[in-house]
């Protein structure tokens, strides 16, 4: 037995003697690994970035919803304010003709 056999040229010279439409399916499935790799260890970037934060910057953000609407399961949009639903319906509130 000859110990010259190599493993990456026999993958090499499969992919080499191929067709065409399997070498340019090879070729996007190794661009879509490789894409979502580096998606995978951006994201596990951002959250250690993330989590490093000082503990006042991370509360910054959290807090209690004070205002917001809330559609019941008729269909009416009511207005949530301070942890209760009121009954006021959208209709009723004073809005501009446009919202930017």
């Given at each position: 037995m000859d110990g010259s056999y190599s493993v990456i040229a026999d993958v090499l010279n499969k992919f080499h003697t191929s067709s065409d439409a399997i070498q340019a399916l090879w070729l996007i499935a190794m661009a879509v690994t490789v894409l979502g790799i580096a998606s995978l260890v951006t994201q596990v970037l951002r959250e250690a970035l993330r989590s490093r934060r000082p503990a006042e910057q991370r509360r910054a953000f959290e807090g209690e919803l004070l205002y917001g609407l809330y559609r019941d399961p008729q269909g009416q949009v009511l207005l949530y304010r301070h942890?209760?639903?009121?009954?006021?319906?959208?209709?009723?509130?004073?809005?501009?003709?446009?919202?930017?």
């Open positions: 942890g209760e639903r009121d009954g006021v319906s959208l209709s009723e509130l004073p809005l501009p003709d446009k919202v930017h």
